[in-house]
């Protein structure tokens, strides 16, 4: 974090009372119309120090050489005027306080956790500038650090702090953002499906409200990653060697599958334990090639039985609907048809649903 050099000179008192002149000498003549601070509003990570200019400004826009009065100081936070902002000398060859820098100068600290605020005044006008602190990072804690791809992760909020429904987790070099499984009502965990790019990554999750400025919904990074116990992929270029996933138990539950395209064919096993059952399939991927799904039995010695789909496009998601009447070890496999964009993002949605009439 960037820290700012205090100045030696340090004033002493408890109201902070400067003049404020930003021009080479006292501006004569103007009336004070405005109070201007920069910026007006400010966010701080704990622990950070930031700036904050401040004028007593005429009709012309000019600095005036007002006294200035900081005030109502709020907790959680400390302001001190920066004395060495444009310094002079006096005769002892001291630093010492500019009388005619017009333009004051305030280090603002952020101490603790907070949404506060505190005045500045000059001449008849009181300015009130708001304060927020934020932590860096958020001390978000995970139920595992260690986790294969596809395995439900779940994210909970440090104390006074929740996720919104639309809060999204993104890792650091991977091109998807992780699968959000479910927000808790309450909004202190979050469950998520990290992607293939996310292993050891560094991990963002946005719309995130803190319970002290509840009107705010910003990012933070999390001080933990998920390390993937494999970097291999969940399908298989030899449908020998495909994992068999799980299918949707009942009518109604669905199941995301997050996986990576690296060749023309990809292939995966899915077991069907009961007669006519019928799935909605939804293929998604990224970029813009050609990709073709369709299923075939164990070996894919039977291309197309019970059924499949795709087409000359590249138009997707790509969505099915097919019954299987027999159960048993069926393999789906996705053909890269024009071979673009190897090694694309690959999501897989099954939902188990009734046979149609």
């Not at 936070?77 to 820098?101: C, K, M, Q, T």
């Not at 998920?226 to 030899?238: E, H, I």
Request: contains cysteine; negative net charge; aromatic residues 8%.
């Amino acid at each position: 974090m960037m820290r700012y050099l205090r100045g030696t000179v340090l004033l002493g008192v408890s109201a902070l009372l400067w003049a404020c002149n930003t021009e080479s000498g006292p501006v004569e003549g103007g009336t004070p119309e405005q109070l201007f601070t920069d910026p007006q509003s400010m966010f701080i990570d704990q622990g950070d120090v930031k700036t904050i200019l401040v004028r007593v400004l005429d009709q012309q826009g000019s600095a005036l050489n007002e006294p200035i009065t900081i005030s109502n100081v709020g907790a959680g936070i400390s302001v001190e005027g920066d004395s060495a902002f444009r310094p002079i000398y006096n005769a002892n060859g001291e630093l010492v306080f500019n009388n005619f820098n017009n333009e004051l100068r305030l280090f603002v600290t952020g101490n603790s956790l907070t949404s506060t605020s505190f005045d500045v005044s000059g001449a008849s006008f009181t300015e009130t500038v708001s304060v927020i602190v934020l932590p860096d990072p958020l001390a978000a804690t995970l139920s595992t650090d260690v986790a294969d791809v596809g395995e439900p992760v779940i994210l909970t909020a440090p104390a006074g702090f929740t996720f919104n429904p639309n809060s999204e987790i993104t890792f650091a070099g991977a091109d998807e953002p992780a699968q959000i499984v479910s927000v808790a009502a309450d909004g202190t965990t979050i469950t998520f499906l990290p992607v293939p790019g996310s292993n050891n990554a560094l991990l963002t999750v946005s719309n995130v409200t803190p319970g002290y400025a509840p009107a705010l919904s910003i990012p933070f990074e999390t001080p933990t990653t998920v390390r993937l116990t494999t970097t291999t992929l969940l399908s298989s270029p030899d449908p020998n060697t495909a994992p068999t996933l799980p299918v949707p138990a009942a009518i109604g539950d669905e199941l995301v599958y997050n996986d990576i395209n690296t060749g023309t064919d990809q292939f995966w096993h899915f077991e069907i334990t009961e007669a006519n059952t019928t799935l909605a399939i939804a293929f998604d991927w990224q970029g813009s090639a050609d990709m073709d799904f369709w299923f075939c039995d164990a070996a894919c010695t039977t291309a197309g039985d019970p059924g499949g789909f795709g087409g000359a496009s590249s138009d997707h998601p790509e969505e099915h609907e097919i019954t299987f009447v027999t159960p048993g070890i069926y393999t789906l496999q996705a053909n890269n048809y024009d071979g673009g964009n190897a090694g694309s993002f690959v999501r897989i949605t099954l939902e188990r649903v009734a046979a149609s009439e």
